[in-house]
């Protein structure tokens, strides 16, 4: 008898664990500069072309590698590391796998120059789809130059999934942020063909912060920061916070564990909260924060990009960082409430954060057809809907809110717009609300709630129906997923589905993203995805019905029209119909107002 199983051709490990630890260029140069910085370099020079497709080169003047070891480097589980498993919990080197250098030898075409100080000659090496080609004593520069050529060469499936030239070299960057705002105590450049990128000198974390940001970004980045520190016996954390005055649609946010990068979505909330009311809906501060803590207390290995952690305590940790940044905004003389030029009253809180919100059934006129934009003929012919009526009281209505006490448009109602035909002039306010004079008063109209408000509405009738209409893009994005989140999206990929989505397994760690729904934008889809996934990792999912809720509620919002978009006519008033098709059009799913008034007897007060 003979055996059937035989071990795996390294060869042919080697590329399916490459799969894991490789995900794009952007991962081999996170690999790279993080071994040269583990090799105690002082100057670390990264050299880019075409995205990294063709070439990534990293230089260092660290300590180098003796011939035997260099050779040694490449062959899977070759860490000089850890040698016991219990070292994993003590990990304070960036690698540990010895995973990095074998995965990429096996996808791509390598050279390794490399010279240890008291060595007169180096070693050169080429390596290809693991196999060597070339080993010979050379002289070279003390410490390791890399080259990594035609990444995925011998993978044309990978290698067809390569990003633009742009959207890779984003991805370069924003690991190169990661890696360097550790560490001010290395000089790193970064070269995009022979253009320089950045130019890095061994400085403060302040100032290495400000240095990233380029030139007319530095002085703002920093007037804006503001130290935080807290020394507990769970952790100490320090690092800079922005002033909310400088929060902004995209902004970096960052936390470190250990010297470490990580994503967080848990944490990022709290510092969140901090802000809460300080800054507006849909802006981010700046954040950079660095953790220390006992490595026994946390878990690194859940991951194997390694930018995943899982802490033991949790909720201690989130308290303190809420505390911590809380403190320094408020040491800082932020004002605990910024006046962002809106009518002070217009917001009336309705429901104290922990109020659960109860969702108004939806339901439909059925000859409106909310994906039909031409048979609605709106610029033409205006058409009132006898919404006066319905915000008569609204305000003492909003104190008591309850789903019950909501009036739908009833037959009446209807009948009643049809026939009205007297024209109501809208205006836009400071690019956030819609503006319209009512019989009671003057009616506000949060341009992005009311949005936020027809698109959940629509989004959850069509996973009712179960139909949404996808299209097909020419170059599938790929989301990357934790394993959790993998089993997440297994989960709801059925409504993804209804929604318009068409995911396809993509590996073990990731989602090709064939289709979206009609009206996402392209580049949307993944923080899209992303905003989903951190609403349902919030959400305890009990029910179907919850489950349908976060989802639509998550793209709901990010594809609402936001606050600071200048609106044609035309688009107020489509938006001002649709919203009183809703049948909760006061409020949005997550609870706040929609619609204010600010009634005649106030005006009048005022002269
Ligand atoms: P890991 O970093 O997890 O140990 P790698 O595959 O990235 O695994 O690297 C394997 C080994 O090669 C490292 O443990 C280290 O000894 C050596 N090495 C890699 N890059 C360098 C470098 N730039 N300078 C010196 N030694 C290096
Ligand atoms: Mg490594």
């Known amino acids: 008898m003979s055996d059937i199983i035989n071990l795996l051709p390294d060869s042919v490990a080697n590329q399916i664990a490459a799969g894991e630890v490789i995900q794009r260029p952007a991962s081999v140069v996170k690999e790279l500069v993080e071994n040269a910085i583990d090799a105690g370099a002082k100057n670390i020079k990264v050299v880019i072309k075409d995205g990294g497709s063709t070439l990534i080169q990293v230089i260092d003047d660290g300590k180098g590698m003796s011939q035997t070891d260099a050779r040694m480097a490449f062959e899977r589980h070759a860490t000089s590391k850890i040698t016991r498993a219990e070292d994993l919990f003590s990990i304070r080197t960036m690698g540990f796998r010895g995973e990095a250098l074998a995965s990429i030898a096996a996808v ?25 080609f070339k080993q010979e004593s050379i002289s070279c520069d003390k410490g390791t130059n890399l080259l990594v050529k035609n990444l995925f060469f011998n993978v044309p499936a990978r290698r067809r999934f390569l990003k633009t030239v742009a959207t890779e070299m984003m991805h370069i960057r924003n690991e190169f942020f990661r890696i360097v705002l550790v560490h001010p105590d290395i000089s790193f450049s970064l070269f995009d063909g022979d253009k320089e990128v950045y130019q890095l000198p061994i400085t403060s974390l302040k100032l290495r912060l400000e240095f990233l940001f380029d030139s007319t970004a530095r002085k703002k980045m920093d007037q804006q920061l503001l130290p935080i520190e807290a020394n507990t016996t769970l952790l100490s954390l320090k690092g800079f916070v922005g002033r909310p005055e400088f929060a902004q649609k995209s902004s970096h946010q960052y936390f470190f564990v250990n010297g470490r990068y990580m994503r967080h979505p848990y944490f990022h909330k709290a510092v969140m909260v901090a802000y809460e009311n300080l800054i507006k809906p849909g802006e981010y501060p700046n954040y950079f924060i660095y953790f220390e803590i006992d490595p026994a207390a946390i878990d690194i290995n859940v991951h194997p990009a390694k930018t995943e952690l899982k802490f033991e305590n949790e909720k201690a940790i989130w308290s303190i960082v809420l505390a911590t940044v809380k403190e320094s905004l408020g040491k800082f003389q932020v004002a605990p409430t910024l006046d962002f030029d809106q009518p002070a009253d217009l917001d009336i809180p309705v429901f104290s954060r922990n109020t659960p919100i109860s969702y108004p059934k939806t339901s439909f006129n059925p000859e409106y057809n909310p994906f039909d934009t031409a048979s609605k003929p709106l610029s033409k012919k205006r058409v009132d809907y006898g919404w006066e009526k319905l915000y008569d009281g609204v305000k003492s209505l909003a104190h008591e809110f309850e789903s019950s006490q909501l009036q739908p448009l009833d037959a009446e109602n209807q009948q009643s717009m049809e026939l009205a035909t007297e024209t109501k002039e809208l205006l836009q306010f400071k690019s956030k609300y819609i503006l319209s004079s009512i ?35 020419l170059f599938p994005e790929v989301l990357e997923a934790s394993a959790n989140e993998m089993a997440l999206i297994a989960e709801i990929l059925p409504e993804l589905q209804w929604l318009g989505f068409d995911l396809e397994l993509f590996g073990t760690n990731a989602y090709s993203v064939n289709g979206v729904p009609a009206d996402v934008e392209q580049g949307r889809v993944l923080p899209l995805l992303r905003e989903i996934l951190a609403q349902l990792t919030e959400t305890e999912l009990t029910a179907k019905e919850t489950v349908h809720k976060s989802i639509a509620t998550a793209l709901a919002k990010n594809m609402a029209i936001p606050t600071g978009k200048v609106l044609k006519n035309t688009e107020m008033e489509q938006l001002f119909t649709d919203l009183f098709h809703c049948v909760q059009h006061q409020y949005t799913p997550d609870g706040k107002l929609i619609i204010a008034i600010v009634s005649n007897e106030e005006i009048e007060r005022k002269f």
Not at 108 to 132: F, H, P, W
């Open 108 to 132: 791509a075409q390598v050279e390794i120059r490399t010279r240890q100080e008291d060595s007169e000659l180096g070693t050169y090496i080429e390596i290809a789809g693991s196999r060597v």
């Open 439 to 473: 019989k009671s008063g003057l009616m506000f109209i949060d341009q992005h709630r009311a949005h936020f408000r027809i698109l959940f509405d629509r989004l959850m009738k069509q996973i009712e129906q179960r139909k949404g209409i996808s299209q097909r893009v």
